[in-house]
C-alpha cells in the first residue's frame, strides 16, 4: 500500500515562485516540510491505495478527468489556517468547487475513498508554502511579513495529477488531461 493524493498543479513559472518562497520558509523560518511536495491545489486529501490495483485508480481518474473542463484559477495574496499554516490563497470559484465536489463523489462512489474530515468541513482551495513544522512563535513572525503581501497569478487547470509519496515526498505518479475543446 502507499499514499497518494490528487491535486491540480499550477505551470512551471508559478510553481517556481512557491518553491522559491517554500524555500524562504525553510531558510527563515525552519518549516521544510512544504518543500516535500511540488506546489499544488489538493483536491482529494491523502489516501491509501493497494499498490497492484493502481491501474484501476488510474483508469476512473482518466474517465473523470476526460469529462471535465479547464477550470480557471486565481492565486490572490497569502492566507493562513491558525496557528501553523501559511497559504497562497486560491479564490474559490464554481468551477473550482464543483470539480472538487464532483471528483470527491466519484472517488467514493466508484473506488470507496471517502475523506471524512472533507465530508464535515467547507473545501478551502490552497496551495500551503509553510505548515507542520512552523512553530507558533515563528507562524506568529512570518504571518506579520505575508500577510499583506501582494501576489496574483492567473492560469487554467487543464489536467489532474496523482501524486505517491515515496516515504520522503511526493512525487508526480501520473497525470489525466481534462476535456479539450476541439474547434
Same mark, same amino acid.
Request: no cysteine; aromatic share 12%; glycine share 2%.
Given at each position: 500500500?502507499?499514499? =497518494? ?5 499550477? +505551470?512551471?513559472?508559478?510553481?517556481? =515562485?512557491?518553491?522559491?518562497? /517554500? ?22 486529501? +491523502?489516501? /491509501? ?12 481518474? @482518466? ?12 492565486? @490572490?495574496?497569502?492566507?493562513?489556517? @491558525?496557528?501553523?499554516?501559511? =497559504?497562497?490563497? *486560491? ?22 475513498? *471517502?475523506? %471524512?474530515?472533507? /465530508? /464535515? ?7 500551503? *508554502? ?18 499583506? @503581501? ?5 492560469? !487554467?487547470?487543464?489536467?489532474? !495529477? ?5 516515504? %520522503?515526498?511526493?512525487?508526480? %505518479? ?10
Amino acid at each position: 500500500m502507499n499514499l =497518494y493524493f490528487i491535486a491540480l498543479l499550477p +505551470p512551471p513559472e508559478i510553481q517556481d =515562485y512557491a518553491n522559491q518562497i /517554500k524555500q524562504y520558509f525553510a531558510d527563515k523560518y525552519a518549516s521544510r516540510h512544504a518543500l516535500k511536495s511540488p506546489p499544488h491545489i489538493t483536491l482529494q486529501p +491523502p489516501f /491509501k491505495w493497494i499498490d497492484h490495483n493502481v491501474p484501476v485508480l488510474e483508469a476512473s481518474l @482518466r474517465e473523470f478527468a476526460s469529462e471535465q473542463q479547464p477550470v480557471p484559477i486565481t492565486l @490572490r495574496g497569502f492566507a493562513a489556517f @491558525r496557528p501553523r499554516v501559511i =497559504y497562497i490563497d *486560491v479564490v474559490k470559484s464554481q468551477e473550482l468547487l464543483s470539480l472538487q465536489a464532483n471528483l470527491m463523489a466519484r472517488m467514493e462512489a466508484n473506488l470507496g475513498i *471517502v475523506d %471524512k474530515v472533507g /465530508k /464535515k468541513r467547507a473545501f478551502t482551495p490552497h496551495m500551503t *508554502v509553510a505548515f507542520r513544522d512552523l512553530t507558533r512563535q515563528n507562524f506568529k513572525a512570518a504571518w506579520l511579513e505575508f500577510e499583506n @503581501r501582494q501576489l496574483y497569478f492567473e492560469f !487554467t487547470a487543464n489536467k489532474l !495529477t496523482l501524486l505517491i509519496h515515496n516515504g %520522503k515526498r511526493w512525487n508526480i %505518479k501520473s497525470e489525466f488531461a481534462f476535456l479539450s475543446h476541439v474547434s
